[in-house]
């Protein structure tokens, strides 16, 4: 056993081409596993499936009654569309930031519809200030003042997006509550409030 480890020893400290060829293969085929293992459960907690296994007793059935769930045009936003980023460094961003949240779910802080009402504002106001923090990216990856024709909205939906566009505002600032009811509003800045809205 010892001359084993003294033959390995020596090997190591002057390994062979074949062997550091060896290594570079095998870190390699590594690396690519570890990757493609990854990127599968990154997607796989993008899922309806994932989110729901928390979220059935209390935002699921809210979305599903939203507009974003089932509409005319026949158009689906599941729960990563929302509240993840599609770039590389802001969707790692948020997904560590969501594992504080899973995490808060298991230890039993919002693991019932009655606990999770009782932090619902303040998880509002979290993904409130995320959102109007990156201008609302989410809701521009499928809404976009630019393509949007005017003409085919309804009145007043026309004259405030054309207006939100020239003021440079944000999609969550008009329209708070749009997959999820609203918390209790008592004690929101106004600029929190949510504005009422043509749909």
Not at 52 to 62: F, L, T
Not at 118 to 137: G, I, P, T, V, Y
Not at 183 to 195: L, N, R, V
Request: net charge positive.
């Amino acid at each position: 056993m010892l001359r084993l480890l003294k033959r390995f020893w020596t090997w190591f400290k002057r390994p062979s081409r074949m062997g550091i060829g060896f290594l570079i293969l095998i870190s390699a085929i590594g690396g690519i596993l570890f990757w493609g293992g990854f990127n599968v459960a990154l997607e796989q907690t993008n899922t309806e499936e994932f989110c729901s296994s928390c979220h059935m007793n209390d935002v699921v059935p809210e979305y599903q009654a939203s507009v974003h769930f089932s509409n005319r045009s026949g158009v689906k936003a599941i729960c990563s569309d929302c509240h993840v980023p599609h770039e590389f460094l802001p969707k790692w961003k948020r997904k560590i930031q969501a594992s504080t949240e899973v995490l808060a779910h298991l230890t039993g802080k919002v693991d019932t519809k009655q606990k999770f009402e009782e932090h619902r504002l303040e998880m509002a106001k979290r993904e409130w200030e995320r959102m109007q923090a990156n201008n609302s990216q989410e809701c521009r990856n499928c809404h976009n003042f630019a393509d949007m024709d005017f003409t085919q909205q309804k009145g007043v939906a026309a004259k405030m997006h054309a207006m939100a566009g020239q003021e440079n505002k944000t999609c969550i600032d008009c329209h708070k509550g749009i997959a999820h009811n609203l918390p209790h509003m008592e004690g929101i800045p106004s600029g929190f409030q949510p504005k009422k809205q043509e749909e």
